[in-house]
Every structure is written in C-alpha cells, then in structure tokens.
DNA sequence: GTCGTTGCAAAGCGTTTGCAGCCTA
DNA sequence: TAGGCTGCAAACGCTTTGCAACGAC
C-alpha cells in the first residue's frame, strides 16, 4: 500500500517545479526549508522509488553525482555547462530537432537512450570568466 | 617531467588493446597479472592524467562505475547492456550514422557530447534469459 | 642525487541499509 | 491497530589523498 506523507509531497513538488534538473542533496536542501528535519536517506528512498515508477529520470553528468527531472513523458537533451557545472534540460521545441536512434550493428536490441551536450551556458558565456560553481 | 614506468606501460596497454570500455577495477585486476603488487590507486592516477591529456575518454553508464577507453580521435556511441551490465562502443561506420548536434537556443555553446543507448547486447538477445552480470 | 612515482592505508563522497519509533489509512 | 514511512547512524562502493619508500633519469 501506497500512503500520503508530508515528506513524499514536498520532494516530489520540488522536483516538479524545478527549473532544472536537481542533485538528491540540492533537493534535499531545498525541503529542508519545509521540513527541518528530513533525513537525507529519507529523500533517497523517495527518489528512487519515483524514479523506479517511471514518474522521475535519472540524468548522469560523468563525474557528479546523478542528477533528477520529472518525467513528463517528452525526450529531452541535456546539457551540462562546464564552467558553473549546472545541468540544463533543453526540451524540444526551442530550437532544435531531436536525433533519431542510429542502426545499430546486428542484435543490439535499443530501448532507450540519453544524449548530453556539454559546452558554456547563457549565463557562463556572457560574463566572460569562469563562474564559481554553486548549488541552490 | 614525465618517468617512464612499467606501471603506466601496463595501464595504458592495457586500455588500447581492450575490446570495451572497462572500469578502473577492472583495469587493475588485468594490470595485476603482470604486475601483482600494482596499486588501485596508482590505477587511478593513471587514468586521470591520460583521461587529463585527452589520451583516454570516461564513459559513464549511470549507476555504474566510470568506464574509460582509448581516445582514438573518432567519436563513439556507447551502448549499455541492461541484461549483462556490460558497455560497448560502436564504432561508425559498422552500420549507423552519428547525429549532428542540435541547434540549441541562444548563448548555449556546444563543445562536446555524449550518447549513450540502452537495450540488450547481441549474445544477451540470443541467450533468452538475462545473463548473470559478470566482468573480466 | 633529485624528484616523479609507487603502494598502502585512511579519508572523502554519494548512496544504501538496519532499526526502533512514528504516523497514515 | 497494522504496517508503511521516518530519522538517525552505520555501512557500502568508488575514488582520492597523505606519506614514506622506491626508482627513473
């Protein structure tokens, strides 16, 4: 059985109102503000099981830890900025067209698959050094 | 300066002759049958001064330990088992084309990327049943 | 001989798990 | 009231770092 929490319902809204995707730390920060004493594991156990009920996705920027996004059934790029090591999920629309799965050698079987873009954001490439990386 | 080792030698024989990416661990466990007292740590610096000099690329199949391989100058698609966990690098020109980058909005510059498939290898399609994950 | 490199052990970091108490349905 | 959920702390796996000994040049 499945039931209602305070603590379901806060993380679930800040991964949902985001504005991009979240680190399990940067979204347990935020709901600290909420509820002062959720536990770290707490916001894991609720990730996951999110994620492992396809109302949630997992983005991986190599070498950080994974980031989180709402699964709102449309494919996104990611794109992750080198200089403030923020992770953007670019939806389709804007300005771009997504690729279309490649033909794979014979039996590879694709069911998925993820592409991430790396390179300067807006806002890193318009002041011109290097911003010191920061999390909220 | 730079020391000639047996230790990098190995290591980096190691990468290059290997059929697929392979984790830190498991480059050491091969490392280790020429050289039984080489340390994982060694490994590992190993493998983030080549990765530093753009010798050697990490790939990142989400959940997993970081996968490095050689940087032969052509860009690869990773493909990762979900049966037997083991990742792949597919080669243009075997039967598939690489996509273009997209056209992302404005101020978001490209300078790199990655694309990773999911799905089932050819020997976990044939063999119905999943495969028991193993490394070597 | 110099100083980059090594192996070992310990520390660091993100994530998971064990467990007793709590609280929703 | 039953049993899913919580917070805390400990454990875990991968990776990095400190340090004294080693060995390439």
Redesign the interface.
């Known amino acids: 059985m499945q039931r209602h929490t305070r603590q379901g319902t806060a993380i679930r809204e800040i991964v949902q109102q985001s504005e991009r995707p979240l680190t399990a730390s940067e979204i347990h920060r935020r709901a600290i503000g909420k509820l002062p004493n959720l536990g770290l594991a707490t916001t894991y156990r609720h990730l996951r099981k999110l994620e492992s009920e396809d109302r949630l996705v997992?983005v991986?920027y190599?070498?950080q830890p994974?980031r989180y996004e709402w699964a709102d059934g449309e494919q996104k790029?990611h794109?992750g900025c080198?200089s403030c090591e923020k992770l953007?999920a670019?939806e389709e629309g804007?300005?771009?067209?997504?690729?279309?799965?490649?033909?794979?050698?014979?039996?590879?079987?694709?069911?998925?698959?993820?592409?991430?873009?790396?390179?300067?954001?807006?806002?890193c490439?318009?002041s011109q050094s290097s911003v010191t990386p920061s999390n909220s």
């Open positions: 997992g991986d190599p070498g994974t790029i794109f080198r953007f670019v804007d300005d771009f067209k997504e690729p279309k799965p490649p033909k794979l050698p014979h039996g590879y079987q694709v069911n998925g698959g993820e592409w991430i873009l790396y390179g300067t954001c807006p806002a490439s318009s």
